[in-house]
């Protein structure tokens, strides 16, 4: 299985970006997808995830602002990341979780000036 992440870039306080995740391979039934983060000497933590039913969770610091989908017919997942701060400067990271096993895509970063 392979995750290809996509969409990181600079931006303005404020500004928005959408990151995406295309998963390939040998693809089971997919529990859940999600997206992490980690910022300079802090640990990975989660940003948002869906799981197979559709339903959502956020961190709490990012509710309101971004917004997780996926397509599960094209098996890639989104972040719609809006009114962005400083404080979400990081290299984001997907996550593909099935049922015993997760995969980690190469991680994208997003760098919000201020």
């Known amino acids: 299985v392979q995750l290809q992440a996509s969409g990181g870039g600079l931006v303005q306080t404020g500004g928005s970006l959408r990151l995406s995740c295309a998963a390939s391979?040998?693809?089971?039934?997919?529990?859940?997808m999600g997206w992490y983060r980690q910022a300079p000497g802090k640990e990975r933590r989660l940003v948002a995830v869906?799981?197979?039913?559709?339903?959502?969770r956020y961190a709490e610091s990012v509710k309101g602002r971004f917004t997780i989908s996926r397509d599960a017919t094209k098996n890639t997942v989104h972040l719609q990341m809006n009114n962005l701060q400083p404080e979400d400067t990081a290299v984001y990271y997907c996550k593909l979780s099935f049922w015993g096993s997760d995969y980690w895509g190469q991680g994208t970063l997003v760098t919000v000036s201020s």
């Open positions: 391979g040998d693809i089971d039934i997919i529990k859940d």
């Open positions: 869906i799981d197979l039913g559709g339903t959502t």
